[in-house]
Every structure is written in structure tokens, then in C-alpha cells.
């Protein structure tokens, strides 16, 4: 489905200028641009945001011929305009300085100093524009013992902790596992597109911007939300329980006759009324089994009695039943299933935007939903170096002339599509 796109956003009017690359920093931006803002994508003549090349799968043009645009780079990009600039060069740095004169907030991932040593750091751009939010996403921070060091979402996952809850426990044949997506980026970007918000509201009443230091490490530790406070409060190291939860019960996959199903019971009286659709009200009445937390206490007892009930029946009749006596249930959808449900749909989650290789693109839809001010889907994810003439010109005021000769020595690159791979 096609939202057709607003007059305003609520970021209408600010200018961000990303000089981030990967998932981070552009999870934060393309929210940041979905509410409005203008986006400024700084990327490398010639090759451009690492994910281009993170495929396949690559977008597929009007004859079927693989683009450069890879999936992974379509993610996270659209509502930004892709300016293609060498920052190794002299020149090139200053055409980001005086970007960054004329934006309202930046964003970048740059290891810690290598952008001080540019002279494209919060100091230093601060100075010629106090009102500047300077936003730094990196592995573990500005500061601290392992600063210095690289950050990648995998490694992240495994050092801030979610990876020794995530999966089978050693029992069961299992092994601390990752996430199937990116999460520990993503949610690092949206804390940070949280921040850039409140700095703005800042800003409106002092009138001064500031530097924010956002890392991985610390957006992965605190979204180990109730499991670390379990850890905090108790002193015990929580486990893997593959599906379970570790303070509902039942709470987790059981198998259907033909596949699992999603059993979500979180009080005692949607037990009750699991157990009498069971066929089994004795459970509830069970003392090891009435309370939720006696029930957590016996789930080594309880799950298997559970498991032998539910294998007699289809997923489908166990949701229907379910459903219908209001107890929580559902689906183990794969991603097909998900992008062609109903619900999906409605909710516009499936969005599709024109684009000038394939005619057009299907994409993720933004979660926000707001009254007055929507999100906007104004472009798909740039090809590389698209808009270069377009921002440069617009903003700092360069000619025809002034663009030919940068890009003929290398310092920008214009090019309306990226060569096929």
C-alpha cells in the first residue's frame, strides 16, 4: 500500500545531516526523516554506504537485472537524499563544515576521534554553529575502557548480555544464540532518535545544542529491561528458556498437531480457561499449578503435561478456541505470512514508493501513527550520489562550474543511477 505523502511533518523545516553508515545511525535518521525532517545522506564516491553491497538480495531493475541497491540498504534509507563526498580530502571536509553550518542536527558513527582529526568534530562544528545537535553513535562510547574499540551488533549482542538468554538452554540441545535481525543497532538508533528529540526541545528553550554520546553497548545493557533488574535484585545469573518466559507460565510455543502455536496465558483465570478448553480443569485447581507464581516454580512439570494436551489438535483450532474464550494465542508466522496479513495491510506496515530502477519498491512501513502530523514516505532509499548537485547547489549556493570541477578531481560524485553489479 501507498500513503500518500503529507504537506508537514512534525520535523518539518530541520535539516539532518547523517554521516552515518550501516543500521545505527540510519535507523535513527530514516525516523528522523519519516517525521519530516530533511535528510542529508553523506556517503563515499564510488561505493557509498556499506550495505550496498551487503546482498543479495539486490533490488532487481525493469529488465530483472540486479542493481547495486541491496535489501539490507533499502531498510533503513529512504526519506534522505544521498550526497556522495570524499571526506579523506581537504576540500571535502570543508563542504561538510559548512554543511554542517546550515543543519540542525547531525548524526555519525565514525570510530572515537577519527572525525576530531578532520575537524569535524562536536568542538569544533559547535563553534561556528552553538545550535548544532551533535549526535555520536559508536560501539561503546566516548569514553570508557574499550572506547577505542570497533562495535558490530553481533559482538554487541554477545558482550551486553542478550545472547546468554537468547535460545535452547544446554539441556536442550541449545547454545546462547543472537537475534534474527540487527537489534542491538536498532534500538541504538531509536534511543538515539529519542535523544535528538529531547536535545530539540532543549534547544527551543535555550537556544544552544549539545553533543550526544549514544553507543551500542550501553542501548544493548539497557534494554535487558526485566531480566536485568531480576539479576540486580536477586543476585542470580538468568538462564536460556528457548521460548518460555521467566515469570509466566505457560507463556511460550507448544505443539500443535500439524506445527507450534503460540500459547500466552498471563493471569490465573486465562489458565483456568486454557485448562477447561484443554479438556483438563483439574490443572487449574492443581496447587502446584493456580497461582502464576507456583506455576513458575513447577514449569519443569507443568509444560510437558501441557505439551501432551495440545499435540491433538491443529494450530488453527487451538487459536479459534482460544480466541473465542479470550485467552491470548497465536500464530508462528514466517515473514510471508506476516507481509500478506491482513492486518499488516491495514496498518500500512507494507508500503510501497516509486523507484527510478525497478519502477518501484515495496518497503517496511513506520510503527508511528500520529493525528495530526503523520509520518511522510516522500522517496525511496537514494541511489548513490543522486542528489549531490541537488543539496550542494540548494544549500551552499555551488554552481554548475563549482560541481564539474569538484567532481572531475573526485571530491564529489554526481550520478543519477549506480552502475548495475
Given amino acids: 500500500m501507498t500513503e500518500t505523502p503529507v504537506k508537514n511533518g512534525a520535523l518539518d523545516g530541520l535539516v539532518v545531516l547523517d ?56 531498510s533503513s534509507n529512504r526519506n534522505k ?93 541449545g547454545t546462547p544464540t543472537k537475534t534474527g535481525v540487527g537489534i542491538a543497532d536498532v534500538m541504538c538508533g531509536m534511543y538515539a532518535s529519542v535523544s535528538i528529540l529531547a536535545a530539540l526541545n532543549h534547544r527551543t528553550r535555550t537556544g544552544k545544542g549539545q553533543h550526544i554520546d549514544m553507543s551500542l553497548f550501553d542501548a544493548q545493557v539497557s534494554w535487558l529491561i526485566n531480566q536485568g533488574a531480576a539479576h540486580l535484585v536477586s543476585g542470580e545469573v538468568p538462564g536460556r528458556l528457548g521460548n518460555g518466559h521467566p515469570t ?101 506496515l507494507r508500503i510501497t514508493l516509486p523507484h527510478p530502477l525497478s519502477g518501484s519498491v515495496d518497503l517496511i512501513g513506520s510503527p508511528i501513527k500520529m493525528s495530526d502530523t503523520p509520518v511522510q514516505y516522500k522517496a525511496a532509499p537514494p541511489c548513490l550520489g543522486a542528489d549531490t548537485g541537488n543539496i550542494l547547489h540548494r544549500h551552499l549556493g555551488l554552481g554548475a562550474d563549482q560541481l564539474d570541477a569538484l567532481a572531475s578531481r573526485g571530491i564529489i560524485q554526481k550520478t543519477s543511477t549506480p552502475d548495475k553489479i
Fill in 248 to 348: 509466566i507460565v505457560p507463556y511460550e510455543t507448544f505443539p500443535a498437531e500439524d506445527g507450534p502455536f503460540i500459547l500466552a496465558v498471563g493471569n490465573d483465570s486465562q489458565f483456568e480457561r486454557f485448562c477447561a478448553i484443554a479438556g483438563a480443569p483439574e490443572l487449574a485447581g492443581d496447587p502446584r499449578f493456580a497461582r502464576n507464581a507456583d506455576r513458575v516454580r513447577n514449569r519443569k512439570v507443568l509444560v510437558p503435561i501441557i505439551r501432551k494436551l495440545t499435540i491433538h489438535k491443529p494450530a488453527a483450532d487451538w487459536i479459534r478456541l482460544l480466541e473465542e474464550a479470550g485467552v491470548p494465542c497465536g500464530p508462528v508466522n514466517d515473514l510471508g505470512a506476516v507481509f500478506s496479513d491482513p492486518h499488516t495491510l491495514a496498518r500500512n
Fill in 19 to 74: 554521516l552515518s553508515r550501516i543500521l545505527a545511525g540510519p535507523t535513527c535518521t530514516q525516523i528522523l526523516g519519516d517525521l519530516g525532517a530533511e535528510v542529508i545522506k553523506i556517503e563515499r564516491p564510488g561505493r557509498g554506504d556499506d550495505t550496498r553491497g551487503w546482498g543479495p538480495p539486490f533490488l532487481k531493475d525493469r529488465d530483472g537485472q540486479e542493481t547495486a541497491e541491496s535489501a539490507y540498504y533499502l
Fill in 81 to 173: 537524499a544521498s550526497v556522495a563526498i570524499d571526506l579523506s580530502t581537504a576540500e571535502g571536509q570543508d563542504l561538510i563544515r559548512k554543511l554542517a553550518g546550515k543543519a540542525d542536527i547531525l548524526v555519525e558513527n565514525f570510530k572515537v576521534g577519527d572525525l576530531k582529526r578532520r575537524g569535524l568534530d562536536y568542538e569544533t562544528l559547535a563553534g561556528q554553529n552553538p545550535a548544532l545537535i551533535y549526535c555520536s553513535i559508536t560501539g561503546f562510547g566516548q569514553t570508557g575502557p574499550y572506547a577505542h574499540r570497533a562495535g558490530y551488533d553481533f559482538l554487541i549482542q554477545g558482550m551486553g548480555g542478550i545472547m546468554s538468554l537468547t535460545g535452547f538452554p544446554d539441556e536442550e540441545g
